[in-house]
């Protein structure tokens, strides 16, 4: 019989502690699995997210357009807005009416425009605003039917009017600094105070065009006729999409590269003042004087065009620098204009938006309240700055080269005017913003160069060194 001894004090310690240790180690080991699979499971479907929405940079295929216009409209002039910007090989969507347009079938295979969708009858819908259009509800329904369209592989929705002028590749950049997997409505106010007091500043105005991410297209369209039975009430077709957005808890994103143009006359003001962002969309052009002077508004667009074919990016975007030599202060929209003062003014005094144009509507004293700060111009015409005009640019091995001449006025001057010159040329580098840049925007900067003739001046483009100061010397 074998005789088992008891395990002395000192064992029975040293037992104690090695299990202490062992268990300690393994409840360690067992709290990091722990911890690790807790971190991972809730960070791996964001980074994996967010490592697809990086890989991939959002294109116009990702996109699909809902134009909305009646078959009067689209008949006339309003098509030819629509096929300035229409890129068929790369670009999906519809221009929804209310039937077919007589000629339909000669144009079936025209690429150059949208294809033709009727929408849906929308005759049991109520609409009870006084003297307004019930075809505003038509035109609120292109949101949830370009959606039943069931396009693949779409990132955003975008929806404008028929005299909304889109500007593709600016869109898809401002598009791509945001997450398209998330619930977005991006678009613009109007310019008018009023405007916004009356249908909402958390509205995109239709005309100047919004976009609607997919996901969040995807739920308003499976809401949005019931949503709309509650909102006869309401004017325009741009209240009933943000109402029904409201209701799914989803405010507006601003972005003011969109435009709705609620101004007439002359807009040279408001365009030669475009704040840091890319231009997206244009409207109202009908409704306003053409944007070059001794041109049609459609010449015009196309000449504008010339330029957005080059620097897309660059177009209207504001540099300001000094002429030492004599005191001028020259302010660049890349694209469109320079303007030369005869003498040196702070940076903040040439921002402002020159009032060159006149309200929208006779009212009271807010409806000629603007939603950006303006400067009214000089009553003599001759004490104004000189403007010179996008004559043509083209693409060198060093750049590419703008040049702007003279529009001329009846003005004397001496040889220290400004008035003296007849033509700028402006030298830049092709802009392509990344998300950085895209997210937080700075003016570039520029440089008065060495001119051969007193009647040229010449002007470098470029980005300001980091502690650089745009100001006079």
């Given at each position: ?284 052009l009908q409704h306003t004087d053409p944007i070059f ?104 091995e060093d750049g590419i080269m703008s040049i702007y ?69």
């Amino acid at each position: 019989m074998q005789l088992i001894q008891s395990p002395t004090k000192a064992q029975v310690s040293s037992r104690l502690i090695n299990l202490y240790i062992i268990s300690s180690s393994v409840c360690t080991l067992f709290l990091f699995i722990s911890f690790f699979l807790v971190f991972t499971s809730s960070k791996l479907p964001y980074s994996s997210s967010h490592d697809a929405y990086a890989a991939t940079s959002t294109s116009l295929e990702h996109v699909v357009f809902g134009i909305a216009s009646n078959q009067k409209s689209w008949t006339t002039q309003r098509k030819e807005y629509v096929r300035l910007w229409w890129k068929g090989h790369s670009m999906r969507g519809c221009v929804f009416l209310e039937s077919l347009p007589r000629d339909h079938q000669n144009h079936t295979n025209d690429t150059s425009l949208p294809p033709v969708c009727i929408s849906g009858d929308t005759s049991g819908f109520r609409y009870t605003y006084r003297n307004g259009l019930r075809s505003a509800i038509r035109v609120a329904r292109v949101v949830s039917e370009t959606v039943a369209l069931n396009h693949s592989n779409v990132r955003w929705y975008v929806f404008g009017d028929d005299d909304t002028v889109f500007f593709p590749e600016n869109l898809v950049k401002t598009l791509s600094k945001y997450d398209h997997e998330l619930w977005y409505y991006i678009g613009a106010n109007s310019e008018i105070y009023e405007q916004n007091r009356v249908f909402g500043f958390g509205m995109a105005f239709g005309g100047a065009g919004f976009a609607i991410s997919y996901p969040l297209a995807k739920a308003l369209a499976k809401v949005f006729d019931t949503c709309i039975e509650r909102y006869p009430h309401l004017y325009g077709s741009d209240s009933r999409i943000s109402s029904c957005l409201a209701e799914l808890g989803v405010g507006l994103t601003h972005e003011p590269g969109f435009h709705q143009n609620d101004l007439r006359g002359d807009t040279f003001g408001v365009l030669a003042s475009h704040p840091l962002s890319p231009l997206v969309s244009l409207h109202h052009l009908q409704h306003t004087d053409p944007i070059f002077p001794n041109m049609t508004t459609m010449q015009a667009l196309q000449h504008l065009l010339k330029a957005v074919n080059v620097d897309s990016q660059r177009i209207l975007q504001k540099t300001v620098c000094y002429d030492r030599w004599f005191s001028w202060t020259v302010s660049v929209s890349w694209g469109y204009a320079v303007q030369i003062y005869g003498n040196h003014m702070l940076l903040p005094d040439v921002l402002p938006v020159q009032e060159t144009f006149k309200q929208w509507k006779k009212g009271p004293v807010l409806s000629g309240v603007y939603t950006f700060n303006t400067i009214e111009q000089h009553p003599d015409p001759c004490r104004r700055p000189v403007v010179f005009f996008l004559d043509r640019v083209s693409s060198r091995e060093d750049g590419i080269m703008s040049i702007y001449k003279k529009s001329y006025a009846n003005c004397s001057y001496d040889m220290a005017s400004p008035r003296k010159l007849e033509e700028v040329r402006v030298l830049s580098h092709k802009l392509d913003l990344n998300i950085k840049q895209l997210q937080a925007p700075r003016r570039h900067c520029c440089d008065i160069l060495p001119s051969t003739g007193g009647k040229v001046m010449d002007i470098a483009i470029r980005e300001c060194k980091d502690e650089e100061l745009i100001h006079m010397h």
